[in-house]
């Protein structure tokens, strides 16, 4: 049972809450950090963001893998961006590893690329294995790569998975 005071404090939180001066919950934001160190990616929603690269930089889901996985056709946008920024050079032509590591099974060179923001983290910001940062706001230079195509790229991936199990990009 509640003490007085807990009851008391309940009822005060609720109606702040209610007049819209303390949010319900805290706000939707997808903290991004480094493979390198986990210091803070700063990777912020720019005038060009597409609307997926900005629901991506708020919920921190990749809508391109879905979407990839049910259309194959689609998928090859993804594909297009992986050889298009020669990803193709160290991770083959389907990802499979050449000089760099695999990213199609299930041998995680870090545990976070089980997930979508793990993996767009690592190929964002680089890593400490020899991957260089390759998002243009990470690297502060205009020619590399946007949000949104390394979304695109991170859903590609996915489709070309070829390790067992769960496949927790999918819920």
Request: charged share 20%.
């Amino acid at each position: 049972m509640l003490s007085n005071k807990a009851v008391k404090a309940t009822l005060f939180v609720s109606m702040v809450t209610l007049a819209g001066l303390m949010p319900l919950q805290a706000s939707a934001a997808c903290d991004l950090v480094s493979t390198k160190d986990n210091s803070p990616l700063n990777i912020k929603v720019v005038d060009t963001d597409t609307p997926e690269a900005k629901e991506f930089l708020t919920t921190c889901v990749n809508p391109y893998t879905k979407l990839y996985a049910a259309d194959a056709e689609k998928a090859k946008a993804g594909k297009k961006k992986f050889g298009y920024y020669s990803c193709t050079q160290c991770h083959g032509p389907n990802g499979d590893g050449q000089v760099a590591v695999s990213i199609t099974d299930d041998r995680w060179q870090y545990a976070k690329h089980a997930t979508d923001k793990g993996m767009f983290e690592t190929i964002a910001g680089g890593s400490n294995g020899g991957m260089f940062a390759w998002h243009q706001q990470v690297a502060n230079n205009p020619e590399l790569v946007p949000t949104d195509d390394i979304l695109k790229i991170v859903g590609w991936l996915r489709t070309q998975y070829k390790g067992g199990g769960d496949k927790p990009w999918l819920k």
